[in-house]
Nanobody, 113 residues
C-alpha cells in the first residue's frame, strides 16, 4: 500500500521537545526529497523543512536552530526533531514525499502549559 504514516505528535510544554516520524511504504523512498509541513488553525500550510536524497536540508526561518530533519533510507522513514518548542509551533504536522506528491495524514502537535 502506497502511504506515509506520521507519528510522534502530542501535547508538550513550552521549551520541550518532540520527535516526529514519517514512515513510507509502497514507494522508492530513497529517490524522493522529503518534506515536513505544518498548518495551524486558521492559517495557511507552511513548509517547515526539507531533506534531499543526499541529505541536504533546508528550514523555515521560524524553526532554524530548533528543528532538525533527518532520514533513514534503510527504514524508509523521515524524522523531525523539534526542540525548544513554542506555543506558535502548535499545528498539524504532515510529511510529503515530494517526488510522488504523496502526503501523510498528519499528526497534531500542541505546545501549551
Amino acid at each position: 500500500q502506497v502511504q506515509l504514516v506520521e507519528s510522534g505528535g502530542g501535547l508538550v510544554q513550552p521549551g520541550g521537545s518532540l520527535r516526529l516520524s514519517c514512515a513510507a511504504s509502497g514507494i522508492s523512498f530513497s529517490i524522493s526529497t522529503m518534506a515536513w509541513y505544518r498548518q495551524a488553525p486558521g492559517k495557511q500550510r507552511e513548509l517547515v523543512a526539507t531533506i534531499t536524497t543526499n541529505s541536504n536540508t533546508n528550514y523555515a526561518d521560524s524553526v532554524k536552530g530548533r528543528f532538525t530533519i533527518t532520514r533513514d533510507n534503510a527504514k524508509n522513514t523521515v524524522y523531525l526533531q523539534m526542540n525548544s518548542l513554542k506555543p506558535e509551533d502548535t499545528a498539524v504536522y504532515s510529511c510529503k514525499a515530494v517526488w510522488y506528491n504523496l502526503w501523510g495524514q498528519g499528526t497534531q502537535v500542541i505546545v501549551s502549559s
